[in-house]
Every structure is written in C-alpha cells, then in structure tokens.
Antibody
Framework: QVQLVQSGGGVVQPGGSLRLSCVVS????????MHWVRQAPGKGLEWVAV????????YYSDSVRGRFASSRNNSKNTLFLQMSSLRPEDTAVYYC???????????????WGHGTLVTVSS | EIVLTQSPGTLSLSPGERATLSCRAS???????LAWYQQKPGQAPRLLIY???IRATGIPDRFSGSGSETDLTLTISRLEPEDSAVYYC?????????FGQGTKVEIK
C-alpha cells in the first residue's frame, strides 16, 4: 500500500535551518509531482511548495519563496524540504503529499504523510 | 495569488440532513481545477473530490462537488456522525496552489 513516512522535524531557533524528509513506497515515485503543505497550530491548511515528478520545476508560496527549497531523489523515493532563515511564523505541522495525476496531470493530493512538527522558537 | 473564501465558517446540522459548503474564488478559474478535503482532529487531510466533481477512491456517494468558475460547492447529502470535521477547498488552477480557510461541520 501507499506510504509516506516523514522525518526531520524539531525545534529550531529563529534564523536557523532544518531539513524535512519524506520517504515514499507503494507507487512509482518518479511519475508524480509531490507537494508540501503546512498547518500552524489551530489554523487551516497552507500550501507550501511543489516539486515536479522529474525534478525539473518547482513552485513556492509567497511566504516561503527564497527561504525554502524542495528537492527529490527519485532513485531513493525521497522528497526533501530544506528550510532556512526560519521564522516563528513557520511553526507548523508539515505534510508531504502526492498528486493524483501522473506526470503533472493535476488533480488534488490523494496521499499524505503523517506530518512532522517544526517549532521555531528561541 | 488566487484567494479562496469558504462559507459558512461553521455548520451545525443533525444526522440525515443535507450540508452545503461554499467556496468562492477571487478570480475565474476552470471549475475543473478544484479539490475538497476533509480533516479530522489529529489527522492528515483526506481527499474527497478532485477536478471539481470526481470522487476520490473510497469516498461515499453522499459527497458530491459542483459549481462554476468562481463558485464551487461541496454537498453532503445525508450527514452521518462521522462527517464531523473541517472541510477545505483547494485550487490548482495557478502554479501556486491555495486552500480556503475551512468550514467546520458539527453534527448535533
């Protein structure tokens, strides 16, 4: 079955960096764009970033562009989110998620990781 | 950035009643590029509807999606106790996806 296993969360000081990982199984990772979505405590969902299936393109929300970078290793079925210049408002549960459609034929996010908490605090 | 505004903020209904959730986009987008999610406390979101009206795998047919370019609707035809959750719409018409702020559905 499809699994997305996340790791890498934790507590970091403002201005610091952190890298999240998302290891997937149960589907052909290289065929699907992958996304990051976050949720601040008690708040709604916020889309963060997408990495295309082949790694050739990526897009970011205005709130993280220039500070976060998404990458992927298709040979290791792993998605990454490198976060730098972290701010207290980046505190959230971060989810990785898989697009429904193959190779950019978009259609929502049908499988999600369990989420990992990132806390930015001094 | 396309802003999605959901209404109402909270919906309180009894089992068996019909729930109608609205999602309004700040600009025209193809009605195809919209999804709906259900999220229960402590859980990851669950995809209900994509491409505006296609039910995701395993989703009961009491959930349905409809609408036009700027006004989209999620309908739960006969509420069940397990439908108590927050529901989000999401657009993928632009490269920068966005979510609505959510509608909380409470079952009396």
């Amino acid at each position: 079955q499809v699994q997305l296993v996340q790791s890498g969360g934790g507590v970091v000081q403002p201005g610091g960096s952190l890298r999240l990982s998302c290891v997937v199984s149960g589907f052909t990772f290289s065929n699907y764009a992958m996304h990051w979505v976050r949720q601040a405590p008690g708040k709604g969902l916020e889309w963060v970033a997408v990495k295309s299936h082949d790694g050739s393109s990526e897009y970011y929300s205005d709130s993280v562009r220039g500070r976060f970078a998404s990458s992927r290793n298709n040979s290791k079925n792993t998605l990454f989110l490198q976060m730098s210049s972290l701010r207290p408002e980046d505190t959230a549960v971060y989810y990785c998620a898989k697009e429904v459609g193959v190779a950019g034929a978009v259609g929502g996010l049908d499988y999600w990781g369990h989420g990992t908490l990132v806390t930015v605090s001094s | 950035e396309i802003v999605l505004t959901q209404s109402p903020g909270t919906l309180s209904l009894s089992p068996g009643e019909r729930a109608t959730l609205s999602c309004r986009a700040s600009q025209h987008l193809s009605s195809r590029y919209l999804a709906w999610y259900q999220q229960k406390p402590g859980q990851a979101p669950r995809l209900l509807i994509y491409d505006s009206s296609i039910r995701a795998t395993g989703i009961p047919d009491r959930f349905s999606g409809s609408g036009s370019e700027t006004d989209l609707t999620l309908t739960i035809s006969r509420l069940e106790p397990e439908d108590s959750a927050v529901y989000y719409c999401q657009q993928y018409y632009s490269s920068a996806w966005t979510f609505g702020q959510g509608t909380k559905v409470e079952i009396k």
